[in-house]
């Protein structure tokens, strides 16, 4: 290896291990061979910042979305690491979000942006967003994953009254539950919908929703934010399939 460049070449055949570390922004690998240790300086950095994607097929059929660090480790999301889901289903261009949520589960086509916010603090600062140092790393993709599961016809809706969802799929609310969201009140329902606007038949599923009720839909009070999710099992012969 010259002094002239900061790369390197070596044989696989002689290599049985192959490590890699990073100490005070110098980089070091440590290669081992058959009857020696050999450490070699490159010009190679690790992005502390980074995160990467990890695609998983589920049973179900969707397929897993989890966030992992520069070490491959899952991003626990807290206030000192952040995580934002922007989530296209096909055809949408308003997206759900989801918060601080890792990992997460979508169908194939749904088109993603992941952000991860990581706060660091200077020594003796208190440990506020204001004055904190923020590495910010954005990631866009749509899934392409072919994973086949008993979920692959679930195509169902999740819609409060009078909402985008509702507007745009012309869902057919009962009136008793048709509380606008629109509407000056913070009472309301979300329901669960087929893809032809019926309220789904909970005698054919068991429903479980994110605050532990059951059924089509749930009753909510206060603010209306992404925060209610829910399980759908199709109920057959034999027990229950799918998600």
Not at 30 to 56: A, M, Q, R, Y
Request: proline content about 5%.
């Amino acid at each position: 290896m010259g002094t002239d460049y900061s790369e390197f070449m070596m044989s696989a055949s002689n290599v049985s291990r192959f490590l890699y570390m990073d100490m005070n922004a110098l980089d070091l690998m440590w290669v081992k061979g058959p009857s020696h240790d050999t450490f070699i300086w490159s010009s190679f950095k690790t992005d502390s910042c980074n995160i990467t994607i990890l695609k998983e097929c589920m049973p179900s059929g969707m397929i897993k979305l989890t966030a992992v660090d520069y070490l491959n480790q899952v991003i626990q999301a807290n206030y000192k690491h952040e995580i934002l889901w922007n989530i296209f289903q096909k055809g949408e261009t308003k997206p759900t979000q989801l918060f601080n949520k890792n990992p997460i589960e979508v169908k194939n086509g749904t088109r993603y942006e992941c952000t991860s916010k990581k706060y660091s603090w200077k020594p003796n600062l208190p440990k506020t967003k204001v004055l904190a140092d923020v590495c910010k790393h954005i990631i866009q993709d749509t899934v392409t994953s072919e994973c086949h599961g008993p979920c692959d016809d679930f195509n169902l809706i999740l819609s409060s009254c009078e909402d985008d969802y509702d507007k745009a799929n012309a869902l057919q609310f009962p009136d008793p539950i048709c509380v606008s969201i629109c509407g000056p009140t913070c009472d309301y329902y979300i329901a669960l919908f087929a893809k032809n606007g019926q309220l789904i038949d909970p005698k054919e599923y068991d429903i479980t929703w994110s605050n532990h009720q059951k059924g089509a839909f749930v009753h909510l009070m206060g603010s209306y934010y992404n925060h209610i999710s829910c399980v759908v099992k199709r109920v057959i012969a034999h027990g229950m399939e799918g998600i």
